[in-house]
């Protein structure tokens, strides 16, 4: 075992290469969970969006009544 790991070390190149793939692995990783990260802060973010939108419509709707009564009055 002793032996193999000494004809290993002597290819500095097939090492590298270990390392390499083993790097090249983890910037993918890295990638992937940065993408996953923002693509969770986008929906919370649409979510809240969607939330402000009925808190508008509720608000506009309230805003709608007072008006529909006044004009009624006045006509």
Known sequence: ???DVY???QNVEK???IFS???RILDRNTAQ???DEMQAEIDSQKAKLADK???LADKDAE???PRRLINEIQE
């Open 53 to 55: 939108d009925v808190q």
């Open 1 to 3: 075992m002793y032996e």
């Open 7 to 9: 004809r290993l070390c």
């Open 21 to 23: 793939e083993e790097l």
């Open 15 to 17: 090492i590298m290469g």
């Open 63 to 65: 805003i709608e009544r």
């Open 33 to 35: 969970y940065m993408m």
